[in-house]
T-cell receptor, first 111, second 113 residues
Framework: QKEVEQDPGPLSVPEGAIVSLNCTYS??????FMWYRQYSRKGPELLMY????GNKEDGRFTAQVDKSSKYISLFIRDSQPSDSATYLC???????????FGTGTSLTVIP | NAGVTQTPKFQVLKTGQSMTLQCAQD?????MSWYRQDPGMGLRLIHY???????DQGEVPNGYNVSRSTTEDFPLRLLSAAPSQTSVYFC????????????FGQGTRLTVV
């Protein structure tokens, strides 16, 4: 079983839609949960991170962590064509600094 | 700041050739790592380093060597290139005591023919 599972999509939504992206994980030691955005032919860049459980909001983006279910989500409100990218979830434990990535979900927002 | 710089951006190798992918960061980060990204496989960790002089293997280390003689540089060496090593390679760095962000380079697209 992989450490982190993520539905690869692809996901295609109309502009203005609410997008939900999800990951599940198996390692209960994970404490830090991150979402990266990767545009085509570019390196991943950090979008948001959360520590332990709960919600975090940043503009149109909301990250949710449910440690009891080992499930994290990223919500994008009022999606824009510029949000079209691959979104990768990533996790790490408190000790050490190794990141575990999901396979990424490809999102296309249609104008 | 330049962040994480990878060179070259593109490379074509013949089977059996060797080469070094360069990675440099100017953020004084202790932790550096190399990933390969393949369709449907996501980012897979090849090797990582927690500081100068210290390296360790990740998930897919076979066929690759690394060294870390300085904090800034973390080169990845392909010993004898194989078509299975055709991939996009990313170098990343992060502060050792901050498990919240990895900064990535722009990637090296490698094709082995």
């Amino acid at each position: 079983q992989k450490e982190v599972e993520q539905d690869p999509g692809p996901l295609s939504v109309p502009e203005g839609a609410i997008v939900s992206l999800n990951c599940t994980y198996s390692n209960s030691a994970f404490q830090y949960f991150m979402w990266y955005r990767q545009y085509s032919r570019k390196g991943p860049e950090l979008l948001m991170y959360t520590y332990s459980s709960g919600n975090k909001e940043d503009g149109r983006f909301t990250a949710q962590v449910d440690k009891s279910s080992k499930y994290i989500s990223l919500f994008i409100r009022d999606s824009q064509p510029s949000d079209s990218a691959t979104y990768l979830c990533a996790m790490s434990a408190y000790t050490g600094n190794q990141f575990y990535f999901g396979t990424g979900t490809s999102l296309t927002v249609i104008p | 700041n330049a962040g994480v710089t990878q060179t070259p951006k593109f490379q074509v190798l013949k089977t059996g050739q060797s080469m070094t992918l360069q990675c440099a960061q100017d953020m004084n980060h202790e932790y550096m790592s190399w990933y390969r990204q393949d369709p449907g496989m996501g980012l897979r960790l090849i090797h990582y380093s927690v500081g100068a002089g210290i390296t360790d293997q990740g998930e897919v280390p076979n066929g690759y060597n690394v060294s870390r003689s300085t904090t800034e540089d973390f080169p990845l060496r392909l010993l004898s290139a194989a078509p299975s090593q055709t991939s996009v390679y990313f170098c990343a760095s992060s502060p050792q005591r901050k498990n919240t962000e990895a900064f990535f380079g722009q990637g090296t697209r490698l094709t082995v023919v």
